[in-house]
């Protein structure tokens, strides 16, 4: 049930970046605050952290946060990621060319995330299903 340690270190400190990505954008990027947005986010933030800390320690509970934080972060992924694909395609539709450069950004802030927030939690979920069969 113990996975190989190198990939462990690896995904405990990509969760580790990427908790410190979402604090910086959230919370120093963003000018309003709002709690739909804050308090999914400081989860995630918690999260990934402490399954950070346990992955790159070998804490016996690593593996365990380590599933929750990625199948939180991947369920909360997809969730701004299909809010902002909404978001995008309204302001195109309805505003025209003014809402064009509003989807625009929206666009690029969905890039943005996918690779952190939906990408990174798939391959660790898989990763930890696959270490963790084999052991």
């Given amino acids: 049930m113990v996975p190989a340690r190198g990939p462990a270190i690896a995904f405990g400190l990509a969760n580790l970046v990427t908790g410190a990505v979402v604090a910086l954008g959230v919370f120093r990027g963003l000018p309003e605050r709002a709690l739909l947005v804050d308090g999914p986010a400081l989860v995630v933030i918690l999260l990934l ?47 025209g060319p003014v809402g064009e450069g509003g989807a625009i950004i929206f666009t690029l802030v969905m890039a943005l995330a996918i690779p952190y927030l939906v990408a990174l939690p798939a391959f660790e979920l898989y990763w930890l299903r696959s270490s963790t069969s084999r052991a």
């Fill in 49 to 95: 952290g402490a399954s950070g800390a346990g992955l790159v320690s070998g804490a016996r509970w690593g593996v365990a946060c380590a599933r929750i934080a990625a199948g939180v972060t991947l369920a909360l992924g997809l969730v701004l990621v299909c809010a902002l694909a909404l978001t995008a395609s309204y302001l195109a539709g309805i505003y």
